[in-house]
């Protein structure tokens, strides 16, 4: 069975600080996927990033960031400078051997200006 | 990636009564799934719809409370039968792999259809 682990629930930040989500997995297979998801108030969900697990290298992609290390089970995901439109829920995800998609709980993230 | 439609994009209905959500994809894809997403809560795979045969249910989800059609290769329907209030949640459609040969384990999600039952 494949688990995925959001412990944090809420965080609130200011504009412009730097914030990090975690996201802890579980999984016996070699081979699968984790991914990033926004879910904005409007209620849609918004693919960001996919990592595959042969590859560790970290990402960056404008103010967002991915460090995925598989010594850990963990693939964090770090917003700089973090901006009002940020503010959404944010999703961990995986998929292994069996093609399903398991979700974490989710992160609510609230920017304030 | 697709350009993913659904309607009704919202709708408040009566107890006991059925609605049919439907979900259009610009281009062929592969694979369609359905999610249930309840108030505040993660979201959780009801079905993978097959084209032109059964829907595959996971457990605890059934064809006679969520059947599903998907008659070709871009566009499918989930149907909420009987409904209660506890059905009130978000349905969305996601989509995976081109038939161009793209891979299939990155899905991508429609906008939803936030449901309200009275």
């Known amino acids: 069975a494949q688990k995925v682990t959001q412990a944090q629930t809420e965080i609130s930040v200011v504009e412009k600080e730097d914030v990090t989500l975690d996201c802890v997995y579980e999984?016996?297979?070699?081979?699968?996927?984790l991914f990033w998801y926004k879910q904005p108030p409007s209620g849609e969900l918004v693919f960001l990033i996919r990592?595959?697990?042969?590859?560790?290298q970290n990402e960056i992609s404008g103010r967002y960031s991915w460090n995925f290390q598989k010594s850990t089970s963990s693939f964090n995901f770090t917003i700089t400078a973090s901006q009002v439109v940020d503010s959404a829920v944010y999703f961990c995800?995986?998929?292994?051997?069996?093609?399903?998609?398991?979700f974490g709980k989710g992160i609510t993230l609230s920017v304030r200006p | 990636s697709a350009v993913i439609s659904q309607k009704p994009s919202r709708d408040i209905c009566q107890r006991g009564t059925s609605l049919t959500i439907q979900c259009q994809v610009d281009?062929?894809?592969?694979?369609m799934f359905w999610y249930r997403q309840q108030p505040g809560q993660s979201l959780t795979l009801i079905a993978t719809?097959?084209?032109?045969?059964?829907?595959?249910?996971e457990s605890g989800f059934v064809i006679d409370k969520f059947p599903i059609s998907r008659p070709n290769l871009t566009f499918s329907t989930l149907t909420v039968s009987n409904m209660s209030p506890e059905d009130s949640s978000i349905y969305l459609c996601?989509?995976?792999?081109?038939?161009?040969?793209?891979?299939?384990?990155?899905?991508?999600f429609g906008p939803g259809t936030r449901l309200t039952v009275l």
């Open positions: 996601s989509v995976a792999g081109g038939l161009a040969g793209q891979g299939t384990d990155t899905q991508y």
């Open positions: 999984t016996r297979d070699t081979t699968y996927y």
């Open positions: 990592r595959n697990s042969f590859d560790e």
């Open positions: 995800a995986l998929i292994g051997a069996n093609s399903k998609l398991t």
């Open positions: 281009s062929q894809v592969t694979m």
């Open positions: 719809a097959n084209q032109g045969s059964e829907a595959t249910y």
